[in-house]
T-cell receptor
Framework: GENVEQHPSTLSVQEGDSAVIKCTYSDSASNYFPWYKQELGKGPQLIIDIRSNVGEKKDQRIAVTLNKTAKHFSLHITETQPEDSAVYFCAAIHDKIIFGKGTRLHILP | DVKVTQSSRYLVKRTGEKVFLECVQDMDHENMFWYRQDPGLGLRLIYFSYDVKMKEKGDIPEGYSVSREKKERFSLILESASTNQTSMYLC????????????FGPGTRLTVL
């Protein structure tokens, strides 16, 4: 069946450095790719998304890139801050949403 | 501000009990979803609903059922709870269509003893 692979499962970066999380999807018909952030004790919340007719999208310190040929997309966080510590989920959508298994991001002081 | 609320943050039940998890959204969303979240497995879809009295199985429906009698309320039912159903349960809602943001509740951590 359809699958989304997400890497790494855990990521630690120094405050101020950049963080990159990568996802690969199997369903070539997927055409919408959201990213969700889940803080401790809360449900996931959408932080950025990209559609298949776009290669890159940026919103302040976060950006997402999409390579449809290779079927992978990535989340980039620049100038990381303590409040970026959370679990991040990627997802791919065609007729249904499939989530990756999540990345726990630690921002080190 | 969209709000999705879940009836309990923490719940402890015994094996064999019938368990009801309630979810209410206040934004008139057509779609509602139930997921379970387990370490290393991410979010897995149990059931979803596109309309009142309508339900569709997700990826792991076994051992669960759902009810949607009103648009704003979506209930998850564990007919006979088992220890392997100990998990975090997340409810979400969205407007109609597949490509819309899902708004999640805070989750219910269920422990089955």
């Amino acid at each position: 069946g359809e699958n989304v692979e997400q890497h790494p499962s855990t990521l630690s970066v120094q405050e101020g450095d950049s963080a990159v999380i990568k996802c690969t999807y199997s369903d070539s018909a997927s055409n919408y790719f959201p990213w969700y952030k889940q803080e401790l004790g809360k449900g996931p919340q959408l932080i950025i998304d990209i559609r298949s007719n776009v290669g890159e999208k940026k919103d302040q310190r976060i950006a997402v890139t999409l390579n449809k040929t290779a079927k992978h997309f990535s989340l980039h966080i620049t100038e990381t801050q303590p409040e970026d510590s959370a679990v991040y989920f990627c997802a791919a959508i065609h007729d249904k949403i499939i989530f990756g298994k999540g990345t726990r991001l630690h921002i080190l002081p | 501000d969209v709000k999705v609320t879940q009836s309990s943050r923490y719940l402890v039940k015994r094996t064999g009990e019938k368990v009801f998890l309630e979810c209410v959204q206040d934004m008139d969303h057509e779609n509602m979803f139930w997921y379970r979240q387990d370490p290393g497995l991410g979010l897995r879809l149990i059931y979803f609903s596109y309309d009142v009295k309508m339900k569709e199985k997700g990826d792991i429906p076994e051992g669960y059922s759902v009810s949607r009698e009103k648009k704003e309320r979506f209930s998850l039912i564990l007919e006979s709870a088992s220890t392997n159903q100990t998990s975090m349960y997340l409810c979400a809602s969205s407007t109609s269509g597949s490509y819309n943001e899902q708004f999640f509740g805070p989750g219910t951590r269920l422990t089955v003893l």
